[in-house]
Nanobody, 126 residues
Framework: QVQLVESGGGSVQAGGSLRLSCAAS????????MAWVRQVPGKEREGVAA???????SYADSVRGRFTISRDDAKNILYLQMNNLKPEDTAMYYC????????????????????WGQGTQVTVSS
């Protein structure tokens, strides 16, 4: 069964940190690219960070230097370490997996990605 399950969201003050986790079934984990995508109400989903099966990473300009994406291949878990959080980081964060690269510099339509998690809310207060 295809499954992506996120955890680790919550509420934090500006400047704080959170670590998101995404537990993936073996089928989704072998996808070429895994990524974190976020969405605020009324806006399109946007790629935040992505990592390919060879370990290469990409980040949105808005999070580069503050967020780090990584994967634990032994446990089939994807992580997103978020430091120095800002109120504008407030969003629903989704784990995503696809056989093709997932963009971090343009909107990501739901139909563009093969597998999605259910999302975890991150709220950053000023």
């Amino acid at each position: 069964q295809v499954q992506l399950v996120e955890s680790g969201g919550g509420s934090v003050q500006a400047g704080g940190s959170l670590r998101l986790s995404c537990a993936a079934s073996a089928r989704t984990y072998t996808s070429t690219c895994m990524a974190w995508v976020r969405q605020v109400p009324g806006k399109e989903r946007e790629g935040v960070a992505a990592i390919d099966s060879d370990g290469s990473t990409s980040y949105a300009d808005s999070v580069r230097g503050r967020f780090t994406i990584s994967r634990d291949d032994a446990k089939n878990i994807l992580y997103l370490q978020m430091n120095n959080l800002k109120p504008e980081d407030t969003a629903m964060y989704y784990c995503a997996a696809d056989r093709y690269p997932i963009s971090t510099d343009r909107p990501v339509p739901i139909s563009r990605v093969e597998f999605w998690g259910q999302g975890t809310q991150v709220t950053v207060s000023s």
